[in-house]
């Protein structure tokens, strides 16, 4: 089924750790994001790419790194983990960056820094 | 920051009726999307609704549109048990490569 795989489905992490949440998409799309979701406010974007080989900076992007070294795979990078980090992470493609496009969304990764 | 709020932030109605969600925002749009969030999984694209649209039809989903006042409403009737979900409104700023920008999301309950 064609979609987006994010890996692991939870973990619990000791802060100070670091860790990278997996992100990869069988659709070919250009187009890829992080969110992190936290109850009562929303979902806030992380970093983006908008093809292979290129990232930038979403709205809240401190504490966390990503790189695009291929269509497919889109990983997230905490390099000391804190626990304001404990959050539910989205991963989202789209076919390309413009703007009539919808986002499809992966099932989500639950982290908790303690 | 946010740019805006979906209203009400939870609502509960019987099976068979309609729900109705707003959503504000503040600057240019695009374009605006709503999305559903079942409980503990991702969010799933519903329907897209462009600057230049007033209304938009999809099934159950009825979605209007007002830039001069920069506001949204979907509108699912005939509502089911399986609507059971959270609904989210996401502006597409105006302007080049401007990612979505989610609001908080109305929870919607509907009682059998």
């Known amino acids: 089924i064609a979609g987006i795989t994010q890996a692991p489905t939870s973990q619990i992490l000791a802060a100070g750790r670091r860790m990278t949440l997996r992100c990869t998409q069988d659709m070919r799309h250009n187009a890829m994001y992080w969110y992190r979701q936290d109850l009562g406010l929303g979902l806030r974007l992380i970093h983006y790419s908008n093809t292979a080989g290129t990232t930038g900076k979403g709205e809240v992007p401190d504490g966390y790194s990503v790189s695009r070294a291929n269509t497919d795979d889109f990983p997230l990078t905490l390099a000391s983990a804190v626990p304001s980090q404990t959050s539910v992470y989205f991963c989202?493609?789209?076919?390309?960056?413009?703007?009539?496009?919808?986002?499809?969304f992966g099932s989500g990764t639950r982290l908790t820094v303690v | 920051s946010q740019q805006g709020e979906e209203d009400p932030q939870a609502l509960s109605i019987q099976e068979g009726e309609n729900a109705t969600m707003n959503c504000s925002y503040k600057?240019?749009?695009?374009?605006l999307q709503w999305y559903r969030q079942n409980s503990g999984r991702g969010l799933v694209h519903l329907i897209l609704?462009?600057?230049?649209?007033r209304e938009k039809h999809s099934g159950r989903l009825r979605v209007t549109l007002d830039t001069s006042k920069k506001s949204s409403s979907l509108l699912i009737t005939a509502s089911r048990a399986a609507d059971t979900a959270s609904y989210f409104c996401?502006?597409?700023?105006?302007?080049?490569?401007?990612?979505?920008?989610f609001g908080s999301g109305t929870q919607l309950t509907v009682l059998p």
């Open positions: 989202a493609s789209s076919p390309d960056r413009r703007w009539f496009y919808g986002y499809t």
């Open positions: 600057t240019s749009i695009n374009n």
């Open positions: 996401a502006r597409r700023p105006s302007g080049s490569a401007r990612q979505l920008t």
């Open positions: 609704i462009r600057s230049n649209e």
